[in-house]
Each structure stands twice: as C-alpha cells, then as structure tokens.
C-alpha cells in the first residue's frame, strides 16, 4: 500500500523495534523509539509494542540511520533489534477501526 500526501505518494515502512533489554529500560527504548519517529513522520500507526507503520517518503536506510542516531542520543547506544521495511503492498486482517480509518484517511497511490 502507498499512502499519499499533497499529492506525493509515500510509501509505508514497517518498523519493527525489539529493545535489547525487557522491563522499564526496553519500555524507555521504545518510548525513545516513538519520539524518534514523531521526528520523522506525523504520520504513523502503532499496531503493537514492537511495530510502527510510518508513512514517510525518507528511504528505509534513512530512516534505520535516523533512529539509531536518535536512540544513540537519548542514551541507547545498543537499540537492540530494529528492522525499517518500505512496503509496496501490505495486506491485512483484524484491524481496529482506528487503523483502518487511519489508513483511509490518506489518499492511495492509484498505481501501487
């Protein structure tokens, strides 16, 4: 799925986000990780603790590059397993009516 804004179609990225260490420390990375994000994308969904849709036209190196810069600075120098993905389809299942209706409520490539 490409989501579009202004008119520029944007691809979705799929982050996946395991902090190296669980309990208060890995809840500071991913917290860490959120803020991060909000840096790059006002535009994202979260469907899990360990996952974020961003809907960005910054390359998935980009943005792996921006958020181990980002953790790095906030003192998580070792931000444990962190996978950025573009996506050019996604498909599915079970969404919550937020996601759904946040997915719709930016226009989709007609080519994608």
Known sequence: MTL?????????????H??????TEGEACRAA???AVW????????????AVLVSSDLSSDYLLSHFR??????GFDDPGMLIVAA???IAMHGLPREAQDWIAAVPQDEDA
């Open 18 to 23: 395991r902090p190296p260490s669980p309990g």
């Open 4 to 16: 579009s804004r202004a008119g520029v179609a944007m691809p979705l990225h799929l982050v996946i």
């Open 33 to 35: 990780l959120r803020e």
């Open 87 to 89: 996506t050019s389809h």
């Open 39 to 50: 840096e790059v994308a006002e535009s994202h969904w979260a469907p899990g603790d360990e």
């Open 69 to 74: 810069r980002s953790l790095a600075r906030r």
